[in-house]
């Protein structure tokens, strides 16, 4: 690959540096009432650039056009940053799955391969979100799998469920549930001993990300694999009723159920792991499982104490971090993303300066970066992580917005960077609480902001793109109107009231370009009504004043 930038024949470079502002979460809907947190939100920044004639567009973040399978396939801040980052349409996690379980190749890799040497006298364990979702996991894939392993000889099968209610609807945790069991039930009539063990929801057992709250790895650590938990049941169906506290006034979301584990008739666990058994995690995404991984494969880990290490041949569903070749083995091969943006700056040398906070740090570097750890060129680049708060976020919904807007403009104001690249995460963390009037304080907020980095862009004689990678803080009622049923505008109201909807939505998101150093002829093109995140790369560099690389998706920018 040539990865000499050449100067734009029409775009002159601009004095000042190139400001990338991703707002987290900030969908562009076409419902705007009550329940979008963003409507009613105060954003006159936001609503300003709209105004701004070739200058505002929105662009797809959701399904085919960030790799996913198929349009019904919500988008997320992982496929979001990759596609924001690359410039090109990459087969996604899900999509990868797909393909692999299609064409059989996943039951015939090096990964499978070493699952299938505990089929006939060890366990095999399978450890993940039961979701539908399609934005970490998926249960048909599950299923799949544990037919597939049936079938070619696993003897005996566990399954770990972490519960969702986030990026699906609060309460369908036990929907999953007795489709997971009837599962299992049709592989115990073929001869398998196939079992649910243990369990909890995702935002309290196992899947913590980016290091937060090691906590949250250790309970699933002590539920999964050793049998200890606070709570023991006979079956997942009435351990996850029982931990809802189904029927009564409040009753807990799936997302926040304590660790529970299975027991028999003589109240042992049914499904410990164990040396020489083995262990998949069925999560195609990356971030919220790369702890378990360390967890469960490297010999010197610290975090947390384990109490014991079973030595199991353990396998990720995919790849979850390619620097740090972890895991070792896995199902499905990553996606290879070359010649990125990022790549591209560095071989260049041209200096970035980027940051968020930690929920979204990864985001604006690992997965911006074609999902690569470290720098390209360490003389070139500055990453700064400030970090999150541990408490939930719609009780401090400013999280660390002000914190990230004042070092975007002291880097903006240092004169040592091309491009000053950041991230607010608080429309889609504050949004996944389902919290309408946290959302809408957060989205204030970070118009606010917004204001302040534009206004110091048009102070260096800069430029700059405002946009998002995906839709959220823009749909807080389970009308699923942006989601899922088509067919009706109107909230789901349970009880009298409206039921919150904490996923992410298939709204398209705004894209943004301007500043004082931007020539007063350069437009978005007209039309181009399939564009999304990632023509986003080639606008980048045409906006900085150089042609795009040819291998990128095209430019926004009309010729």
Known sequence: MDFELKPHPKIPKAEGPLLVCVLDGFGENEVKDDYNAINIADTPCTDALKEVPGRWRTIRAHGTAVGLPTDDDMGNSEVGHNALGAGQLIDQGASLVDQALSSKSLFEGEGWKLISEAFESNTLHFIGLLSDGGVHSRTNQLFSMLKGAAEKGAKKIRVHILTDGRDVPDGSSIKFTEELEEVLKELEGSGCDAKIASGGGRMCVTMDRYEADWNIVKRGWEAHVLGEAPHTFKDAATAIKTLRKEGSEKPVSDQWLDPFVIVGEDDKPVGTIEDDDAVVIFNFRADRVIELSKALEYEEFTAFDRKRWPKTRFAGLMQYDGDLKLPTNFLVPPPAISGTSGEFMAKNKLSTFVCSETQKFGHVT??????????????????????????????????????????????LRSGKYDQVRINFANPDMVGHTGDLQATATCC????????????????????????????????????????????????????????????????????????????????????????????????????????????????????
């Open 366 to 411: 690992f997965f911006w970066n074609g999902n690569r750890s470290g720098y390209f060129d360490e003389s070139l680049e500055t990453y700064v992580e400030i970090p999150s708060d541990t408490v939930p976020f719609n009780e401090i919904p400013e999280m660390k917005a002000r914190e990230i807007c004042e070092a975007g403009k002291e880097a």
């Open 444 to 559: 204030t907020l970070v118009d606010k902001c917004v204001k302040e980095l534009l206004e110091v862009v048009d102070e260096m004689k800069g430029r700059f793109i405002v946009t998002s990678d995906h839709g959220n803080a823009d749909d807080m009622a389970q009308a699923a109107r942006a989601c899922r049923d088509k067919k009706t505008k109107k909230p789901i109201v349970a009880e009298g009231k409206v039921v919150s909807l904490t996923s992410h939505t298939l709204a398209p998101v705004p894209f943004a370009i301007g500043g004082a150093g931007l020539p007063d002829d350069v437009k978005l093109k007209e039309g181009m009504p399939e564009a999304g995140l990632g023509n986003v790369a080639a606008t980048l560099f045409e906006l900085m004043g150089y042609a795009a690389p040819s291998h990128m998706l095209p430019s926004m920018i009309e010729e």
